[in-house]
Structures are given as structure tokens and as C-alpha cells.
Antibody, heavy 123, light 108 residues
């Protein structure tokens, strides 16, 4: 059974940092791209970042570029999101998702999601 | 930046057909995907590659594409279909992921 479990969310002050983790099981992590997607309270979905299988290809949404860093550890079946210089508008539930972009020529889409971890940026 | 446009809300009576549209300039080049999200839950993909229905998704869900618009159709809507629906695709280069703003489907 595919499982993705996010952790690391919480309350942080503006300008602060937080590191999210996503532990996966039930599938071969090193066979899949992975993504982070967020959802502000009462708002829609916003893609944040994705990382290729080897970690050599990474892209970010403009809203987080230069502040967030995605990474993965295939030996630990884990995905990470380092968030720096956090702003109030980063407040959201952050989901990790299994990304079906298996090769560069394919599309990103998401067939398995975690339950999310809430990040609140407030003074 | 590239955007996908959805109507904020759609309302239908049980048993009727609901159609939710999503418009974007790159949709003739890029596939679209549809997700259903119920309150407090993570999204679930209901249509991939414009019109493919994943296993486990009821046959009443279908997708179609025409030019710069893709459409999610739910035939014979049931009360359990009340949810937010999001389209998702990519920019023209296929590099960046984009979600539509979401459509709240209300079953009257």
C-alpha cells in the first residue's frame, strides 16, 4: 500500500526556517519523481517544486524560488523541503506527492498524496 | 505566468450531468489532469491525460479536450461527488506545473 507521510510543519515567525520531511513506503521511491504542493487555508492547490529521480533536475514555482530547497534521499525513502525566509503567504498545508513524470519528456501529474503538514507563518 | 481558468462553482441536481471547464493557452500542447478534493482530505486524481480514467474511479467521470479548453464531465451526479475539482497541466515548455483555481461542485 502506497503511503506518504509528511512531518515537520508548525508555527514559525516571519523570516524563519522550517524543514519538512516526507517518508514514503509501499513503492520503489527511487523510481519516481516527487513533488511538493501546497494549499493555503480555504484556497486552491499550488505546485511548489519537483525533483527528478536522481535529484539532478529540480524546478520551483516563482513564489518560492531562492527561498525553498527540495531534496531527496533515495536510501532513506525520504523527500525534504527546506524553507527559508518564510513569509505569511507561505502559510499552507504542504503535501508531498508521487509524481508520474518518469522521464523528462513526460508530464507531471500526481497519483498519490500524503495527508499534508500545516505550516503557519505568523508573529 | 501561465494560468488555467476554471469557474468558481457549478451546481447540479442529483442524477444530472455536471460539466466543469478549464481553459489555458497551452492545453492544445499539454495534457490535463483532474483532481477531486473533499473537505479535510488530500486530492485524488479522477482523470489523467485529458480523458483517461484511473482504476477505481467510477465510469460516470469522463474527460475531454477541445482546443484551449478541457472539460470534466460527471454523468448521473451523486451526492458523494460534491467536492472541489482542480485541473492541472503544464506551461507550453512542459517544465512548470500549474493548477487551475478550482471549482466547487454543489449537489443540490
Amino acid at each position: 500500500q502506497v503511503q506518504l507521510v509528511e512531518s515537520g510543519g508548525g508555527l514559525v515567525k516571519p523570516g524563519g526556517s522550517l524543514r519538512l520531511s516526507c517518508a514514503v513506503s509501499g513503492f520503489t521511491f527511487s523510481d519516481y519523481y516527487m513533488s511538493w504542493i501546497r494549499q493555503a487555508p480555504g484556497k486552491g492547490l499550488e505546485w511548489v517544486s519537483y525533483i527528478s529521480i536522481s535529484g539532478s533536475t529540480i524546478y520551483y514555482a516563482d513564489s518560492v524560488k531562492g527561498r525553498f530547497t527540495i531534496s531527496r534521499d533515495n536510501a532513506k525513502n525520504s523527500l525534504y523541503l527546506q524553507m527559508n525566509s518564510l513569509r505569511a503567504e507561505d502559510t499552507a498545508v504542504y503535501y508531498c506527492a508521487r509524481d508520474r513524470r518518469t522521464v523528462p519528456s513526460a508530464n507531471n501529474w500526481f497519483d498519490s498524496w500524503g495527508q499534508g503538514t500545516l505550516v503557519t507563518v505568523s508573529s | 505566468s501561465y494560468e488555467l481558468t476554471q469557474p468558481p462553482s457549478v451546481s447540479v441536481s442529483p442524477g444530472q450531468t455536471a460539466r466543469i471547464t478549464c481553459s489555458g493557452d497551452a492545453l492544445p500542447k499539454q495534457y490535463a489532469y483532474w483532481y477531486q478534493q473533499k473537505p479535510g482530505q488530500a486530492p485524488v486524481v479522477v482523470i489523467n491525460k485529458d480523458s483517461e480514467r484511473p482504476s477505481g474511479i467510477p465510469e460516470r467521470f469522463s474527460g475531454s479536450s477541445s482546443g484551449t479548453t478541457v472539460t470534466l464531465t460527471i454523468s448521473g451526479v451523486q451526492a458523494e461527488d460534491e467536492a472541489d475539482y482542480y485541473c492541472q497541466s503544464a506551461d507550453s515548455s512542459g517544465t512548470y506545473v500549474v493548477f487551475g483555481g478550482g471549482t466547487k461542485l454543489t449537489v443540490l
